[in-house]
Every structure is written in C-alpha cells, then in structure tokens.
T-cell receptor, first 116, second 105 residues
Framework: DTEVTQTPKHLVMGMTNKKSLKCEQH?????MYWYKQKAKKPPELMFV???????INESVPSRFSPECPNSSLLNLHLHALQPEDSALYLC???????????????FGPGTRLTVL | GIQVEQSPPDLILQEGANSTLRCNFS?????LQWFHQNPWGQLINLFY???GTKQNGRLSATTVATERYSLLYISSSQTTDSGVYFC???????FGPGTRLSVLP
C-alpha cells in the first residue's frame, strides 16, 4: 500500500464548531506532517510528528490541535476557526529524513475546508 | 533558511510540445522532490531526485546539486499534464512557488 488517505474530502464548518481531519498511511513511515495550502500558493508546513511525538510546530494557533494516536494515524482537531483558516489541508508521510531509505514525502488528497 | 525559486511562473503549451521547468535553490539540499498538483488539489509525487537524472515515461528530471538547480522535462505534453508543478526541498519543508502549466488541445 503506497497511499496516504484523508477524510473528509470536503468540510464546511461554522466558527463555533469542533471538527477533526483524519489521515492514515500504511507504508511503515514514522514521520507524518500537516500542511496548509491557500489558493495559488505552495503548501506551508504546520506540524511534524516523528515516532508519534510532535517534533515541529510552526507557530500554529492553538485552535489547531494535532494528535498522533499511533504510527499510522494523524488527526487535526479544529475548534473556533476563523474564515481565513479556509484552505486545503494536506497530510504527508515519509521515512525519517535522516535514514538511508528516505525517498521523500508522500501526500494525501487533502481536505478542502471552508469556515463560514 | 533555504530559498527555492521556480521558472517560468506560467507556461502555456500546445498538446504535443516539449517543455523544461527549472528549480533553483539557495543552499545545498539533499532531498529535492518534484510534484504535480492536479486541478483537484492532489500532490502527485513525480521524482525524488537529490542528484543525477531519472526518467519516468514522458517525464525526466535532472538535479545538479553542486550548481543548486534541478530541471523537469516534459515531452509530448498532454492536456492531463495541466496543473501546477512544484519543486521542494522536503527535508527542509520548503516548496518553490510553482509553475502553472496549461496544455491546450
């Protein structure tokens, strides 16, 4: 299995809602990532998990809360978002970048989020 | 941190034409990747190419790490090649701004 899956594909939420984005991979990767992509811009890193532990947080507001329940799953919990948080949220995974078998990051199809 | 530049920013081709996309990076990288983002947003992994040359069908890529650039060649372009092409130093989590390619029938 060489695929990263994400659910849901689309999400519309109000500013008072709580929702979660989910990401799953079965490639044996021990690094997982959340990126945010605004229209006509490249993806921007939000969080990195290494061996299920948060290793990088790119100064993301606390209304975004990541969680890595096990080596295959990555969640992004959303609460009290703002309309400017509307974007494509991409999950990726890879082998650890300091390992010889690192072959780059593999991305899921993304969740397109709209905050009303 | 590392800066990644791409050229051209936009490219319009007639179906069947060939093209070359360029990626320059400001410092040495060990982990250059090329992606194609299709109109639905999916980032498709084209090449992991820290150095050397690789080919996959109509696509090929060359990275000259000592001169800090990488090239992506698309031959006999098809309308399905349309989208945005990103190069990225993924170990540093830095993407270039992308080249938006439109292939006309």
């Amino acid at each position: 299995d060489t695929e990263v899956t994400q659910t849901p594909k689309h999400l519309v939420m109000g500013m008072t809602n709580k929702k979660s984005l989910k990401c799953e991979q079965h490639m044996g990767h021990r690094a997982m990532y959340w990126y945010k992509q605004k229209a006509k811009k490249p993806p921007e890193l939000m969080f990195v998990y290494s061996y299920e532990k948060l290793s990088i947080n790119e100064s993301v507001p606390s209304r975004f809360s990541p969680e890595c329940p096990n080596s295959s799953l990555l969640n992004l919990h959303l609460h009290a978002l703002q309309p400017e948080d509307s974007a494509l949220y991409l999950c990726a995974s890879s082998h650890m970048s300091n390992r010889a078998r690192y072959r780059g990051q593999f991305f899921g199809p993304g969740t397109r989020l709209t905050v009303l | 941190g590392i800066q990644v530049e791409q050229s051209p920013p936009d490219l319009i081709l007639q179906e069947g034409a060939n093209s070359t996309l360029r990626c320059n990076f400001s410092d040495s990288v060990n982990n250059l990747q090329w992606f194609h983002q299709n109109p639905w947003g999916q980032l498709i992994n084209l090449f992991y190419i820290p150095s050397g040359t690789k080919q996959n069908g109509r696509l090929s890529a060359t990275t000259v790490a000592t001169e800090r650039y990488s090239l992506l060649y698309i031959s006999s372009s098809q309308t399905t090649d349309s989208g945005v092409y990103f190069c990225a130093a993924t170990q540093n989590f830095v993407f270039g701004p992308g080249t938006r390619l439109s292939v006309l029938p």
